[in-house]
């Protein structure tokens, strides 16, 4: 059996297990999340259907983790930032008119080419990773900045592994 034909069976099985999944949806209690403004009044800061607003970016915990780092010479996303990935892919989803740059970055090491490269294919590793998790392609731009933009610049692995990222930055909330 080729792999198409693997790929094809597997995702078919997929989405028949999926399907035969019955969920119930338990009521609960509702909790105040809302802050106490000036005058004294409680803000709601969420809506009511637990989708994200554009004040969340800044008090969320998830989403205000804005940086994806990588191993040396990897383009390949970590799984210890999946979940990372998941939020900004939902805040996408629940605010259509928000958009964000993926802003690729790599160590000194290597050719100035090589680096950019890696940035951009870095860039692009999480701009599918938030894509597959429901994010808008089109609310996404990729930039690479390779070896220009270092946020530490002593030569040391502790310094180079700070340098080896993607930055999520939004543009319009």
């Known amino acids: ?34 802050t106490t403004g000036s005058t004294g ?6 809506t009511a259907s637990g989708a994200y607003g554009p004040n969340d970016l800044d008090t969320d915990a998830c989403l205000r983790q804005r940086v994806v780092y990588f191993d040396l010479d990897q383009d390949a996303l970590k799984p210890e930032f999946q979940a990372i990935v998941g939020c900004h892919a939902k805040y996408l989803r629940d605010r259509p008119s928000s958009r964000m740059n993926l802003e690729g970055n790599a160590d000194e090491r290597g050719s100035r080419e090589y680096n950019l ?13 938030i894509q597959a998790q429901g994010g808008s392609g089109s609310q996404i731009s990729v930039v690479s900045y390779g070896e220009e933009r270092p946020v530490c610049t002593e030569s040391n692995e502790d310094c180079w592994a700070r340098n080896r990222r993607v930055e999520i930055i939004y543009t319009a909330k």
């Open 1 to 34: 059996m080729n792999n198409t034909t693997r790929v094809l069976m597997l995702s078919l099985l997929s989405v028949a297990v999926l399907a035969g999944c019955k969920k119930t949806v338990k009521p609960t209690e509702p909790v105040d999340t809302g």
């Open 41 to 46: 009044t409680v803000v709601d800061n969420t």
């Open 117 to 129: 490269g890696l940035g951009e294919r870095r860039g692009n590793a999480v701009s599918s990773a």
